[in-house]
């Protein structure tokens, strides 16, 4: 559980913490640091918390002092403390760094298990068929449509009340794709220096977005075991951080698979709106529920200013269709709809047509996507199961991929660059967090046919031992985009 209360953090609270680590290894000034700064990282140390003075946390850990001191300064160096005048030190993040992985590759003999993204929805064609007859009626006009086109908005819209979320096309805002719908969020309310609240583990591509825009992210620990603690975390750090905006993935996170229940996302709504916090939701794999019902939106009862809710059809339809969209209340949407039009006039025509057409007949599209998701995901989670009996292969409700845990000794870096001669092209887990945690986790996702999963499986196993008796080593990411 994370460290709760106050900024500081009482020298019991954080030696509960290290005990609940491997004892540490070699120098003990560095196992310390490590352990603290994998605290920091993943969120149950939260960004800001002032740490115990040096003689206090010797006492209670039963280190000299010195083995303290040195580990506070490693992690000064490191940049996950500072000392700050009359506060002693407080933990904190370096700046954040690429994480991202290789694109998604167009060679056939490539298994790709690094990018959760299935292939085109079968009524992807017919619907652009049917897009091209209704296409000469805007084609004598001069083809821009701010803000989207409004038989799309109105499709979207009534996709949320549906689902209970009452909207109307004025608060709905079509992007490029999802990610396009965050960008416009934090290039438009994002200020140099602000905080943004994630989830820990979290999307790659909303770390990058934040850097790239000059916020900094602070993570809040999310279990997969048991999604509901995130509140929790949520609060301490919404208090201790005053992050800005909040970043949340509350039905299916990518990479995790966690899903807050219903309960516990009107608590998270509750706890954010009261500290200030805005809420972007990403919904992209919200309908992607493989067994149990759909929940209501995370902005459902809530004020339509508390929340932002991104969303689109890359991961329902296909990847290749830029469409997504945001909704919030009518001002917001404006404001951001202005935003956007001052990048990029407009979303293509001919596919805002389609994915009208698609989103009216969502239901069916999503029955088909999640029946075959639901077989990969079997497919996957038993190939893993019988091949690597040693990894923790969790079963996900819903989704697109698998969270594994590595045994010890086992390098999700070192596997993912194993992996690329083999012709296996995977995503490590660092890519995932904020700093260097989730080394021993593994995102796989289940997103491609069973053939493509098996072989996948069987180049794992045969480099599962060969990794783990290689020397320990970190190779850096490449820089490139992440799905």
């Not at 996950?80 to 994480?99: E, K, N, W």
């Not at 979320?165 to 140099?192: H, M």
């Not at 706890?271 to 493989?290: C, P, R, S, Y």
Request: hydrophobic content about 45%; glycine content about 10%; overall charge neutral.
């Amino acid at each position: 559980m994370p460290i709760a209360g106050n900024r500081s953090t009482s020298p019991k609270e954080l030696a509960t913490l290290l005990a609940a680590a491997d004892s540490l290894a070699g120098p003990r000034y560095i196992g310390l640091a490590g352990r603290i700064r994998e605290l920091v990282s993943t969120g149950l140390l939260p960004v800001g918390s002032r740490l115990p003075a040096e003689r206090e946390l010797a006492a209670a850990v039963g280190v000299s002092r010195v083995t303290v001191s040195s580990a506070y300064r490693l992690l000064r160096e490191q940049g996950y403390a500072s000392t700050r005048h009359g506060s002693g030190t407080v933990t904190g993040l370096p700046p954040a760094r690429d994480s991202s992985w290789g694109p998604p590759s167009t060679d056939p003999a490539v298994l790709d298990l690094a990018h959760a993204a299935p292939e085109a929805a079968p009524q992807l064609a017919a619907a652009y068929e049917q897009a091209l007859t209704a296409l000469p009626a805007f084609a004598t006009g001069h083809g821009y449509a701010a803000s989207g086109l409004p038989e799309l908005r109105a499709a979207v819209a009534d996709r949320f009340t549906a689902r209970g979320l009452p909207t109307e096309p004025d608060q709905v805002v079509i992007t490029a794709g999802t990610g396009d719908a965050t960008a416009v969020v934090l290039e438009t309310l994002l200020q140099p220096g602000d905080r943004v609240l994630v989830e820990h583990p979290t999307y790659p591509g909303a770390v990058t977005m934040v850097a790239a825009h000059g916020g900094r992210c602070v993570p809040a620990a999310l279990d997969a075991a048991d999604p509901d603690a995130l509140v929790g975390a949520a609060h301490v750090v919404a208090r201790q951080s005053s992050p800005r905006l909040a970043f949340l993935m509350p039905d299916f996170s990518n990479p995790s698979g966690a899903r807050v229940s219903a309960s516990g996302r009107r608590r998270l709504a509750a706890t954010l709106w009261q500290q200030g916090v805005l809420a972007v939701v990403d919904e992209v794999t919200a309908e992607l529920h493989l067994d149990g019902d759909a929940l209501p939106p995370f902005a459902a009862g809530l004020p339509d200013a508390a929340t932002i809710t991104v969303g689109g059809l890359s991961k329902a339809v296909w990847g290749g269709l830029r469409i997504g969209w945001l909704r919030t209340d009518a001002a917001l949407a404006a404001q951001l709809a202005a935003a956007l039009g001052r990048r990029q006039l407009t979303v293509g025509i001919l596919d805002q047509l389609a994915a009208a057409l698609l989103v009216r007949s969502l239901d069916e599209v999503l029955a088909e996507r999640r029946a075959t998701l639901r077989e990969r995901r079997d497919v996957l989670v038993a190939e893993l199961t019988r091949a690597l009996p040693d990894w923790s292969v969790p079963t996900p409700d819903g989704g697109l991929s698998l969270w594994c845990r590595l045994p010890a000794g086992l390098s999700s870096a070192a596997l993912a660059a194993a992996a690329g001669p083999e012709g296996l092209l995977l995503a490590e887990g660092r890519a995932f967090g904020t700093g260097h945690a989730f080394d021993d986790h593994l995102r796989l996702p289940f997103s491609r046919p069973p053939a493509e999963l098996r072989a996948a499986v069987a180049v794992l196993a045969r480099l599962d031992a060969a990794v783990r008796s290689r020397p320990a080593g970190r190779p850096p990411l490449p820089p490139s985009t992440v799905v």
